[in-house]
């Protein structure tokens, strides 16, 4: 349950209250008019309403510079709200609104002090745990997982046609991925000592089943943000983890191995395919869109070629690594 306040001038109330009627919300409680006009009105709403009421405002309130909406989560709500029964839930519709999902997601997309930092730390960690065989390190390297977020806002910025975050997410993801790379080539440069532990071999290597895995996990991670379970990321970094990939094919790179980079950066370009992919389907079936329909025009343009592109890529990859399993390569 959200609270959804909106502060706006009291002309519009009758028009509020009536759609809180429609939709059937939980409560709706308005405030007195104060001296400039406006007055302050609360909906307390169901999960599957949000998203219908944000936009049905969104539209009431477009030619209106004077309002504002929020949401926000009550820490307690008594007595509790009857749950509507299963068969009347909508089946398909996203958990958390377009704005929350946005809000989440683009976070992750600015090349920052924080992020640069976090990418050389993650890089310094997986680099060590790769070559020292360290699994627990590799995988608090790969819990960092700050990759992730611009991949997740490039599949985001596809389904709404958001040209801006798609560019921002693109260089983040180019930044973060040349910082990892070009720190492990160094460090490959510099090693004197073997580069034969069996985590790092791992990820010279990648397998139809690892597809599979990929795709699976980059389900579970955008299916985690669109039902709000912002928590189960956690597991999911670690099972498609973009950094030990990066880090490998530097370190491999850089050491002068360069058969056993090619896989680690075949391993690499899998696993961004697939997150992209994955959570492109995921925004499709749960109905994560723009609001107007000159925005969704758009957005259908672009979904419909970035997926053409994801798509033709992952057969692409599919077919090199089938090749390399035939001939032992």
Known sequence: MKIIEVITDAGHLDTIKGLAAQFELVDFWHSATDESGRCSMHMLVQPENRQRVLDSLQGILSASENSRVL????????????????????????SITREELYKQIEQGAHVNGTFILLVILSTIVVAIGLIE???????????????????????????LGDRKLMTRALGTNLVGVSIAFALCWLLGQVWTGALDSAELLARTSVGLDGVILALASGLAAALSLTTGLSSVLVGVMVAVALLP????????????????????????????????????????????????????????????????????????????????LKTGA
């Not at 590799?138 to 990759?147: E, F, Q, R």
């Not at 990066?246 to 980079?261: E, F, K, P, R, V």
């Open 71 to 94: 949401m926000y989560s009550p820490d307690t709500i008594w007595p509790l709200p009857q749950v509507a029964p299963e068969d009347e839930k909508p089946s398909k519709s996203s």
């Open 245 to 324: 990939p990066t880090a490998t094919a530097g370190i491999m790179l850089g050491a002068g191995h360069y058969d056993l980079a090619t896989g680690a950066m075949l391993l690499l370009a899998v696993n961004v395919v697939c997150v992209n992919l994955s959570a492109k389907l995921v925004f499709l079936y749960k109905g994560v869109r723009p609001r107007t329909w000159i925005e969704k025009k758009q957005a259908r343009q672009s979904y419909v070629l970035f997926m053409m592109v994801w798509i033709v890529t992952l057969s692409i990859l599919i077919a090199v690594i089938y090749l390399k």
């Open 133 to 159: 065989d360290n699994v627990a390190v590799v995988i608090g390297a790969m819990v960092i997982a700050p990759l992730l977020g611009p991949n997740l806002a490039l599949a985001l910025s596809a389904a």
